[in-house]
C-alpha cells in the first residue's frame, strides 16, 4: 500500500484543493481465479472482515470473497448501526467484549473513518424485577472488565429529560449505562473492510452467487458459481439470513428460521437524541444518525420470511411504544422503514464453528445482533479457518449445542426454541 | 397480511399467533437425532413454507397455512388436524 492510497486529513485538504481528481476506486473488481486457498461465501461485514483478518493476522493472502449482489448490500446496510458489549452470559460475554475493543481500534487499523461514535447506551427498566436484572448484568459487565453503571430516577432525568416519566404501565426507574457503546456507519465498516483485504490482495468478486458446494469424500474441494467453478482447500460460510440456502448445498440442514425485523427513519432533525436509548418494554430502541435522523425498532414480526419487508401490525406497535416512551418523536414525520433478513437461531446466540464437512466453516445464526459482532465475527472465523480451533473469544458458539443441549447461551431466558427469542 | 380461516373466513393477520413450521411430531420413543431435527432443525426455505397458526383471537383453532416466505402471499389454509396434524393419544 502506498501512501498516496492512505486517507488522512492533509489529503483530504489537497484533494479538496486539486478537484478532487486524486481518489481512486478502493478496492479492484478482479476476475475469479481457478482456485484459492480459502473462499468465503458472503460479502456482508462478517465475510469482509473474515477476509481482513484471515489476511492481517493469519498471514493467507490467496482468498476470495464470493458475493451474490454488491458488497455491503445485506445485513450490514440495513441495521440500526448499534455497537455495545452488555453481555450476561458467558460465551456472548467475552465475545462482545472482544468486538467493542476491536470497534475502538478498527478506524486506524483499517484507516478509514466509520464514524465510530461512543455516545453511549442507556437500557432502561421500569420495575424492581428489570432494575435488578439490570444490576445483575452490570456486574457481569464489569466483571468482564468492561464499563457499566446504574443511573437512577433523577439521575437519568438529567441525562435524557424527554423521556416519558410517569407513564402508567411503565414508568421509568432507571437505566443502565455503558458509556463506550454507541453506533457506527454501517457501510462504512463493510467498505473499510473490503478495502483492508484488497490492499493484502483478497480478491473481493462481485455479482458471483454461489450455486453449489463441491463437496468430495466428506471434504470440500470447491464451489459452483455463476462465474464458473472454482476450487477451494476451505471453504467459509457467512451468508447471513440466506444460510440456510447456502448450507443447504452442501447438504446441511441448519437449526436456524430466518426472520423479519423491521427498522424506521425519521426526517433529519437537529441534534436531540444524544444516546442511544432501549427500553425493557417493548425491546424498543432509538438513536438518531449524524444525517439527523431518528432511528427505531422494536421486535421481530415472528413469522418465518426472506421478503426483506415486514407487516403492518408489528409497525403500528412499534409506533405506539415509542410514542409511549419518547412522546416528542410523534413530531417528527417518518422518513422510511426496511426489513432485514435475521438468521434468527433456537437460543438467540450465534454460531462459529466447525460443519461435519471436513474445511467447511459456519459463520451464522446472528439473529438481530450482527452488526456489532462485526469485527470480531470476523477475527474469531479467521481464527478457526486459519488454525482450525476457535479463537479465545468464541469457543462456545458451537453448532451441536442445540442437539446436546449442552452450552445453551439464552440470554433472555426464554428457552431454546424457535420463534421465541 | 390476512388468512383466511376455514370457520371465520379472512381475517386480520392480528388475529393470528405464529407457531413455527408445521412438521410431524416425532413418537415418544424416536431418537435424540430424529427430535434433535424436529426442534431445532429447519429446511427454513425462501419460498413456500407450511407452518401452524393459531386463531387465538377468534375461534382458536390451529391452522396448517401454506405462505410463500419470500413474498408473504397465503397459498393455502387448512384445519390442523385435517391436515393430519392433530395431537394423537399418547403424544407429547
Not at chain 1, 472482544?98 to 420495575?127: C, P, T
Not at chain 1, 490492499?199 to 453449489?212: A, H, K, M, R, S
Not at chain 1, 421481530?300 to 406497535?317: C, I, K
Not at chain 1, 462485526?374 to 468464541?394: N, Q, V
Request: hydrophobic share 40%; with cysteine.
Amino acid at each position: 500500500m502506498g501512501i498516496s492510497d492512505r486517507f488522512s486529513g492533509w489529503r483530504v485538504l489537497k484533494e479538496g484543493l486539486t478537484g478532487n481528481k486524486g481518489w481512486t476506486p478502493h478496492w479492484r473488481d478482479p476476475e475469479p481465479k481457478r482456485d484459492y486457498d480459502v473462499v468465503i461465501v458472503g460479502g456482508g461485514g462478517h465475510g469482509l472482515a473474515t477476509a481482513y483478518y484471515l489476511a492481517k493476522e493469519h498471514g493467507l493472502r490467496n482468498i476470495a470473497v464470493l458475493e451474490k449482489g454488491y458488497l455491503g448490500g445485506g445485513n450490514v446496510g440495513r441495521n440500526t448501526t448499534i455497537v455495545r458489549a452488555n453481555y450476561y452470559l458467558p460465551g456472548n460475554s467475552e465475545f462482545y467484549s472482544h468486538s467493542l475493543k476491536l470497534w475502538e481500534g478498527m478506524e486506524q487499523d483499517l484507516n478509514y473513518n466509520a464514524m465510530m461514535s461512543q455516545r453511549g447506551i442507556l437500557n432502561v427498566f421500569h420495575n424492581d424485577g428489570q432494575r435488578d436484572a439490570a444490576v445483575r448484568r452490570a456486574n457481569s459487565i464489569i466483571n468482564q472488565g468492561d464499563d457499566a453503571e446504574i443511573l437512577y430516577r433523577d439521575q437519568l432525568k438529567t441525562l435524557v429529560p424527554f423521556l416519558n416519566y410517569d407513564n402508567n404501565r411503565f414508568p421509568i426507574m432507571g437505566a443502565l449505562l455503558q458509556r463506550r457503546a454507541g453506533t457506527a456507519r454501517h457501510d462504512a465498516v463493510a467498505w473499510g473492510f473490503a478495502r483492508g483485504a484488497d490492499q493484502f490482495g483478497v480478491d473481493l468478486i462481485q455479482n458471483c452467487e454461489v450455486t453449489g458446494i463441491d463437496v468430495e469424500g466428506g471434504k470440500v474441494v470447491g464451489v459452483q458459481t455463476a462465474r464458473g467453478p472454482i476450487r477451494a482447500k476451505k471453504v467459509a460460510l457467512a451468508a447471513a439470513g440466506r444460510s440456510s440456502q447456502v448450507a443447504a448445498m452442501a447438504g446441511l440442514t441448519l437449526p436456524i428460521e430466518s426472520h423479519v425485523l423491521q427498522a424506521f427513519v425519521t426526517e433529519g432533525l437537529k441534534p436531540v437524541i444524544d444516546h442511544v436509548i432501549t427500553f425493557a418494554e417493548g425491546h424498543l430502541y432509538i438513536s438518531q444518525s449524524d444525517k439527523g435522523g431518528l432511528v427505531f425498532g422494536s421486535y421481530l414480526d415472528f413469522y418465518s420470511s426472506y421478503a426483506a419487508r415486514g407487516n403492518l401490525p408489528m409497525q403500528e406497535y412499534t409506533m405506539e411504544a415509542i410514542a409511549a416512551m419518547v412522546p416528542a418523536v410523534t413530531k417528527a414525520r417518518l422518513l422510511r422503514s426496511w426489513g432485514g433478513i435475521m438468521d434468527m437461531t433456537p437460543d438467540g446466540s450465534p454460531i462459529i464453528d466447525h460443519t461435519p464437512i471436513e474445511g467447511l466453516y459456519l459463520n451464522a445464526g446472528w439473529c438481530y445482533g450482527g452488526f456489532k459482532a462485526t469485527p470480531a465475527s470476523g477475527d474469531c472465523f479467521a481464527h478457526l479457518i486459519a488454525t482450525d480451533r476457535p479463537h479465545a473469544a468464541a469457543t462456545r458458539f458451537k453448532l451441536d449445542r442445540f442437539r446436546s443441549g449442552y452450552g445453551l447461551m439464552d440470554e433472555e431466558g426464554t428457552g431454546a426454541q424457535h420463534n421465541l427469542h | 397480511m390476512r388468512i383466511t380461516c376455514p370457520l371465520c373466513g379472512a381475517r386480520d393477520r392480528r388475529e393470528f399467533t405464529y407457531k413455527g413450521a408445521a412438521l410431524p411430531v416425532p413418537a415418544l420413543e424416536a431418537g435424540v437425532a430424529e427430535w434433535d431435527a424436529h426442534v431445532h432443525l429447519r429446511d427454513n426455505p425462501a419460498g413456500p413454507l407450511e407452518e401452524l397458526w393459531q386463531h387465538d383471537m377468534g375461534c382458536g383453532a390451529w391452522l396448517k397455512v401454506t405462505r410463500n416466505t419470500a413474498t408473504h402471499e397465503m397459498l393455502g389454509v387448512a384445519l390442523a388436524q385435517d391436515a393430519g396434524l392433530a395431537i394423537k393419544e399418547g403424544q407429547p
